[in-house]
């Protein structure tokens, strides 16, 4: 069976982690042109998960549309509650997870953008993904209903507890078919498919990790230690297929390991702003940038080596 690599970035306004409604700009796109460059020299096919600030800009329009056009990209949406209309709510931490929204208020900002998509792009996505991975059941009714088909916010062995978001740490980490209803339940004649993005341990055995995992952060030891010294030892290190978070060998050696533990499809994700030095934490310098592209590459060359299919992430419903 054919290996399938998707790439999904986030691709959003410049102000990282500034929850207003107004002045967004959205100046790292003028960047993607770069970045497909080195998608296009392996044959890479990513897809852009468009927020409001960027669908509702001309010239970024202009040049993700072109890219589409051309067959190089897919398209999906991306929504940032604090900056989609209508805006009723109190802009806050715990707002900025779609899903704690009112029902209504989250479909009324899914259409406006599925809207927007429609009439400015000319494009009906079928993926998306909820900002700051605020996925729930009320999102995953409002996008079944707006005629999407892939989600891809849920991320395995993650808890957004913390900030106020929800708690994937039971997550597959496998593509599945899913009802709105129940987001976390396989069911092989559901709505909607999971593309989740690629998350696991660099140790085989991910039901073990998980476990233990799980078990330290719910003790009553500080859990940020144990874990910092279980990775340390190299005996439990959770890892992310992104370049915000791994190096390009800890990719490769993540993918290897999700791949032993039956895992058919990788997920690459990262936000657009990362390609312009000081919008978001992971990359602050020119040097950070080439380190980041470095990586990105790494991974391509890789995935390429392995005859993988690089295919837009509305593919998945080929499978």
Known sequence: MTIKVYITIDTEEDQWGNYVASEATVHNVKKISMLQQLFDRYGAIPTYLVNYPVVMNEDARSI??????????????????????????????????????????VYEKLRSLHQVLVD???????????GRWGFGENVARSIHELGYKIDTSITPFTDWAEYDGPDFSDALIGQYRFNPE???????????????????????????????????AKGRFSKFRLLGI??????????????????????????????????????????????????????????????????????????????????????????
């Open 64 to 105: 993700i549309k072109g890219i589409y056009d051309d067959g190089r990209c897919g398209i999906g949406m991306h929504c940032h509650p604090w900056n989609t209309p209508p805006i009723r709510e109190e802009l806050s931490n715990y707002n900025s997870m779609l899903c704690n929204l009112p029902d209504d208020l």
């Open 230 to 319: 279980l990775e340390k030892l190299g005996l439990l290190n959770l890892r992310w297929l992104s370049p915000e978070l791994c190096s390009g060998s800890e990719m490769v050696r993540l993918s290897n390991s999700l791949l032993e533990n039956g895992c058919r499809h990788l997920n690459m994700s990262f936000h657009s702003t990362s390609i312009a030095p000081g919008l978001s934490p992971f990359v602050r310098t020119e040097n950070d940038l080439i380190r980041f592209l470095y990586d990105i590459e790494l991974f391509l060359q890789f995935a390429h080596g392995k005859g993988f299919e690089s295919v837009s992430i509305d593919k998945a419903l080929d499978a």
């Open 120 to 130: 400015h792009w000319g494009v009906a996505p079928v993926c998306f993904r909820a």
């Open 182 to 216: 129940a987001i976390l339940t396989v069911n092989p004649r559901g709505d909607l498919l999971e593309v989740p993005p690629t998350v696991g341990f660099l140790q085989t055995g991910f039901k073990r990790c998980a476990w233990l995992r799980k078990k330290i």
